[in-house]
């Protein structure tokens, strides 16, 4: 209360302060005014007057004059006139001025004297007044002066009137803004802070749940630095707690974070990691004046973050962003995660000509649809095979720099943009432990034979200690490659390559995502569920499937339209009651395969939703925006059943990522035979993506599954994620690669 009353004294000497200092400058100047104007038409009305009385004051019409100044008398303003001779004397005066006027014979001598009109103001009976007189004048010289006397109350009578408006005016502003001020203290200021309070208070004492302020203007800064700290003071005590259960359980527990930590902290006796890839986990973007980020829309990035949050150490990527130079060192570095950082990020920079040659070209029109069998014919231009060579020894060189004080370091490079990396490092740092992992599937021997570089890129990748790949499948393609293309020994038993004395180890690696065990840090920040997304939407169907894919023609997408149409055709009851919702940001949009492929998407979005809606009802939404992992957690949350029909995926982390999100252990994953997470997820309704019937009567037996055995279901495929993490895959993947002789 005392913190009120200071705010309204305050306010109220401010605004008290600016109301006196604008009614003084407004009196004044209103004096200013009326005195000008009281001036003119007394200056008027005395000349007027003078060519009348003149000659009869020289002819000495006392008479005359009498008569003449009781016309004037008491009219309006007008209080009266005198009439003195050069002596002082009175001649004629109006009956309402009394006969002793000591202030009118003093400003009467003083216009004689000078020759000269003046005025000024004076006192009659009390009453304020204005007296100005003239000189009268014969043929030679002064012999008296004209007085004009005028009523001048009224100007002090005016600016009182200002003086009490104002302070009227000023009392009510003051009631009003006292009242204003106590209600924003008390809602905008007040309230929140009492919240924020109780936030820390809930943090204190463990509670997991924080009021959200993301609403009130002045603390979203705060609300937002709270939410970091209650997400890293849960962390730590989930850490503390699964320490210590990790001491007394089996080795064979679920691997976390803070388990993975102390492998990795055991294993490598604190030895920094570092991390190869062409994607960056974060890029930093410009918008007028503010500079921000985003985590990018690549499995690739999913898996390998959580990683190395973990673990530590430096990334090292190419800067994509328009605005990531402007964040790093002098290194091209730059601590991230930049809310709350836990590892380096350093950048490597690439020429438009180097991005468009070695990634659009040779990586995305070259490779990828190489590795995918997706019916879609690669390029390989020489050009871009140039770029792609020059770009591999920018990396390396890099990563060199990043090493070159650093014993025996452990290098693990990620997916098919760096096939080359692996030889340019063994070169320069033989004692380096490389391990490559490739992100996509390798195809059979006759496919991958039609790469005009094919040689190259095998050797290149052979530089490496370890391989990994997502199957089985994939290691077994490899080394056929390998046998069928270069001279090597090949040992089955031991799946290992040996060539110019070096021996590279191949092996599978099932990438997964990072299952948090009943912890799921969630960003404070995001006002999202399920009930806004469907209201945003304009959704009122009962049944809801998701897709989440970049717009890329191996996912299926087409395909996955088709078995819609196909699936409302055959079982009409579901019409209005059924909606995909497909979220497909954009990727590699500079290529005209993906341009076409665009366009194509949208084409069979309209052509599907004109043929069946209804009434507002519409079975496709497309939904091209960029959505972060919390955002997307809760799309998988709604979603009946989650379509995944790749036409060909190294594993497809968005099947795993659904499973994780559905802690209430509802929903249905209707997933590829193409997708190596197919090995793993048994439990879900696993499809040919070409067959449109076939996956039309999945929806239909998805969206009318019993709770119990979607339950059955989903309890399996969450166990597997949950054993066989993210966590657990780097810490194989690692302890593989460290304990090679």
Known sequence: ????????????????????????????????????????????????????????????????????????????????????????????????????????????????????????????????????????????????????????????????????????????????????????????????????????????????????????????????????????????????????????????????????????????????????????????????????????????????????????????????????????????????????????????????????????????????????????????????????????????????????????????????????????IKRERPDAKIGLFWHVPWPNSESFSICPFKKDLLKGMLGADLLGFHTQLHCNNFIDTVSKELESLIDLEQFAVTRNEHITYIKAFPISIAFYNGYHPHDQSIQLDSANILKSLDIKAKYIALGVDRLDYTKGILERFKAIEFFLDKNPSYKENFVLIQISPPSRSRIKRYQDFDNEVKAETDRINSKFQSRGWKPIILLKKRHTHNELNEFYKLANICLVTSLHDGMNLVSKEFVAARDDEKGVLILSQFAGASRELKEALIINPYNAEQVSEAIKSGLEMSEKEQKRNMSKMRDVIKNNNVYRWSAELLRTLVNLS
């Open 1 to 424: 209360m005392k913190q009120f009353l200071i705010v309204i004294f305050l306010v109220a000497l401010i605004v008290s302060l600016v109301a006196i200092s604008f009614t003084i400058s407004q009196v004044g100047q209103e004096e200013k005014r009326l005195t000008i104007d009281l001036q003119h038409r007394s200056t008027l009305l005395a000349e007027s007057l003078k060519d009348n009385i003149e000659p009869n004051f020289i002819n000495k019409s006392d008479q005359y004059l009498q008569n003449v100044v009781e016309k004037f008398a008491d009219k309006e303003r007008l209080a009266g006139l005198v009439v003195y001779d050069n002596k002082g004397n009175i001649v004629a005066v109006s009956s309402i001025l009394p006969k002793d006027i000591s202030d009118s014979q003093k400003t009467a001598f003083d216009v004689m004297d000078s020759d000269k009109a003046n005025g000024d103001f004076g006192k009659l009976n009390d009453k304020k007044m204005y007296l100005f007189a003239v000189p009268l004048h014969d043929k030679n010289s002064v012999v008296g002066s004209l007085m004009i006397v005028q009523n001048a109350g009224y100007i002090d009578n005016r600016l009182n009137e200002i003086w009490k408006n104002n302070l009227i005016r000023l009392s009510v502003q003051i009631f009003l803004l006292s009242i204003a001020s106590v209600l924003l203290l008390r809602w905008i200021i007040f309230k929140p802070m009492i919240g924020l309070a109780e936030s820390l208070k809930q943090m204190r004492s463990g509670g997991r749940r924080i009021t959200s302020h993301g609403n009130h203007l002045f603390f979203k800064p705060l609300a937002r630095e709270i939410s970091n700290m209650n997400k890293s003071l849960m962390e730590a005590r989930f850490a503390a707690k699964e320490e210590a259960r990790l001491r007394l359980e089996k080795l064979d527990s679920p691997w976390t974070k803070e388990r993975l930590k102390e492998f990795v902290k055991d294993l490598l006796k604190n030895q920094e990691i570092f991390v190869v890839s062409n994607r960056e986990p974060y890029v930093h973007t410009k918008e007028g004046n503010k500079t921000s980020f985003f985590f990018p829309t690549s499995g690739m990035v999913t898996a390998i973050e959580p990683f190395i949050q973990a673990c530590g150490g430096t990334w090292i990527a190419h800067g994509s962003g328009d605005a990531d130079k402007l964040v790093v060192d002098k290194y091209d570095r730059i601590k991230v995660p930049p809310d709350e950082p836990k590892y380096t990020l350093r950048r490597v920079w690439l020429t438009d000509e180097e991005e468009e040659g070695y990634y659009y070209g040779f990586s995305n029109e070259g490779l990828w649809p190489l590795c995918h069998i997706a019916h879609t014919r690669p390029i390989f231009r020489q050009e871009d095979w140039q770029e792609y060579q020059n770009v591999n020894r920018k990396f390396a060189k890099a990563t060199l720099e990043e090493i070159k004080s650093v014993k025996n370091p452990v290098i693990l490079v990620q997916d098919f943009h760096l096939a080359l990396f692996p030889r340019l």
